[in-house]
């Protein structure tokens, strides 16, 4: 049996008076997910890593999706 993949990273938002560390949640395609703490930096290169797309959100934080090829 294959491990589901991650399909969605989402990351803050962020806090500027903080330590630069925002929650992080990664979605996996069986829906499941896993919370943790992150940087921006080291969220953007698991994300592109990852092969994710950056999308739109409507507030302060970042999140990055698989898109259909």
């Known amino acids: ?5 991650v399909d969605v ?3 803050g938002p962020l806090d500027v008076d903080d330590s630069g560390s925002a929650r992080v ?3 996996y395609s069986d829906g499941t997910t896993t919370e943790g703490q992150g940087s ?9 890593d990852l092969g994710l ?3 739109h ?8 999706e698989r898109r259909p090829s």
């Open 25 to 27: 949640v990664l979605t």
């Open 9 to 11: 990273v989402e990351i």
């Open 40 to 48: 921006l930096f080291g969220v953007t290169r698991l994300a592109t």
């Open 53 to 55: 797309t950056l999308v």
């Open 57 to 64: 959100t409507s507030d302060d934080s970042f999140r990055w």
């Open 1 to 5: 049996m294959t491990e589901p993949r």
